[in-house]
Structure formats: C-alpha cells, structure tokens
C-alpha cells in the first residue's frame, strides 16, 4: 500500500485520535476543522499526547517529531485535494455528512477515497450523494482511537470490492485490528451493546437494582472493565440515545426503543462525564 496521503475532517477528539494513528503509521495527515484555531488545537492536542507518551518512555522524542512532521492543519477543504483517502468524523447527523460528502466529491481527486467514522448512520446514502460511490467505505474507529485496537470496516451495496480491501488495509497499517461489516445500523459493536445499554437503564428506571448494583454486577459476573451505566456516562447520554433511535428507525425493534429515563436525562441537560453529570456525578 505503501504512505498515504490522509485527510481528516472534523476538530473532535475523534479526528485528532485517527490523526495520530494515522501519523504514527508513516501516512502523511491533513486535518481539517471549519476554523484555523480549532485545527491548530487538534495538531496542540496531537503534540500533547506524543509527548505524554515521550515522558511515560513508550516513545522516542525523534519519532515525535517525525510524527508531528508529518500533520499539517487547514481551515480550507480545498487543501484536500490530493488526498488518496478522507476520512470524515463530524457531528453524527446525516444531512450534514450528505452536505460534506458531495462538497468533498466536486474537491479530492477522482481516485481518491471517500470514508466515514459514522458508528450508526448508512453509509450508502453518503455513497450516493457523490458522483463515485463505488469509492466510499465505512471506516469505524473507536474512542479513544490511538488505545482501542478495533476498526469497523463498513461494505455499503456500492463499494467495491477494491475500495473495502483498501480501506481494509489502511486500518492494518495503522496496527488496528479490522473486522468487516455490512452496511447496517449499529454495524457489529452498537447493535450488540445498545439493546444491553438501554436494558441497563430500563432496570434502573423499573428500581430492579440501584445504580451502583447494576454496574457492579455487570464487571463482576460478565468481566466487562466497566458496568452499563458509567458506559453510558463515558460515551455521551445524547449520543447513545441519538444511536438508539437510529436503530430503531432502521430495524423497529422494541429492543432499540430509547428507555424514557434516558430520553429525560437528554433533555435535562445530563449527558454523562462532558456535562458534569449522568447516572454519575463527575
């Protein structure tokens, strides 16, 4: 495969993770947010975590600063224009993405490939919005993206078989370990852990077990690091439910009906650990 040249549009701290991964396999990075300031961030972030690293011994202070070398930061989509792969990890809204990726398609070379961090949202509606759709892949990376080894490579009915080998590959080179998926809601990991993630609260909410007891017994008898409910708290109240009601939009079943109590907490404003406050207090 060979070094790619890697585009990255979105100033998340997803972006700034598959930035890393992407710089420290020896592709060469182009990070793109809508401001310069919050592109600039994501390359301080990235510098940060290379030299938190540099300080615990896991890294080389000359590989640093090859691996920094090798990120630039732009407000301008245009400045993706040679890029043989772009990956967009933006806000999980599909008029958004659909709005990004026909922008992207009329910017990136013909050959280049078109991919999305979505974990839920069709990936083939992104395809069919561009005029290369056999060239866009789901690519599913997982917070945080430098520690968490798994990538979801998503198949939509367009892609070809070159484009899911590609991709497949990149996620290789970055030392992820990729598993491939068809192009359905949820994909593998969202559609198995959110019907358990939703059941969770559906016992806290009928008062089956108090909180703390729901989380115990979940990492005592199923060995899980954490229990359901600071899960939860960790990837964002408002994103869960948002992913909950995608799966229930594409498969209607009752499994994927957000609980009430998460729908509650949502509108109450306590979305986990970024707003202070969840099922737990941070």
Known sequence: ????TVGIVGSGIMGSGIAEVAAKAGHTVILRSRKQESADAMVAGLETSLNRQVEKGRLEADVRDEVLGRVSATSELSNLADCDLVIESIVEDLDTKLGLFKELDGIVKADGILATNTSTLPVVEMAVATGRADKVVGIHFFNPAPMMSLV????PLTASDATVAAATEFATSCGKDPVQVKDRAGFIVNALLFPYLNNAVRLLEAGTANRDDIDTAMKGGCNFPMGPLALLDLVGLDTSLSILDALYAEFADPNYAAVPLLRRMVSAG?????SGAGFYDY
């Open 1 to 4: 495969m060979g070094n790619l």
């Open 152 to 155: 979801e490579i998503i198949a």
């Open 270 to 274: 306590k979305l986990g650990r970024k």
